[in-house]
């Protein structure tokens, strides 16, 4: 199921699943956007909390070795950190900004690094280049 609250002035939606909590949280999208709450837009800055006390991050020793190359679920600083930031980019649009909507093409990519989120052939996450 997926829901919308609103948590100290900001936007968060909720997903919850059989066994795990998810929210996504916009970082730093101002006052403009106050009045769209329970939307997210291409272009937006976010953190993907897990359960409350972890998001989804790499870890400060991070590189593209093999091995290296994995995205964590960690707690503590790092949720206050340039690491855990991630921005939504639409695909097949001709702007950014727009509204996204379920089953919108769109790309995650995280910001520090530039890379894109994806998913190897183990399930597992990992940052590609494209």
């Known amino acids: 199921s ?29 006052i403009s956007r106050m009045k769209y709450v329970g939307y997210v837009f291409g272009g937006d800055v976010l953190r993907f909390f897990h359960g409350g006390d972890e998001c989804l991050t ?41 509204f996204i909507n379920w089953y919108h093409p769109m790309r995650i990519r995280h910001l520090t690094t530039g890379r894109y989120l994806g998913v190897n052939e183990n399930n597992e996450l990992y940052l590609v280049s494209k």
Not at 2 to 18: I, R, Y
Request: charged share 15%; aromatic share 10%.
């Open 58 to 98: 790499i870890p400060s020793s991070w590189g593209d070795q093999p091995g290296q190359n994995i995205v964590v679920y960690e707690g503590g600083s790092v949720m206050s950190q340039a690491r855990s930031l991630w921005r939504l980019e639409l695909a097949r649009t001709k702007w950014t900004g727009g």
């Open 2 to 30: 997926q829901h919308t609250t609103k948590e100290n002035d900001l936007s968060v939606v909720n997903a919850s699943f059989h066994v795990t909590h998810w929210s996504v949280q916009p970082y730093g999208t101002g």
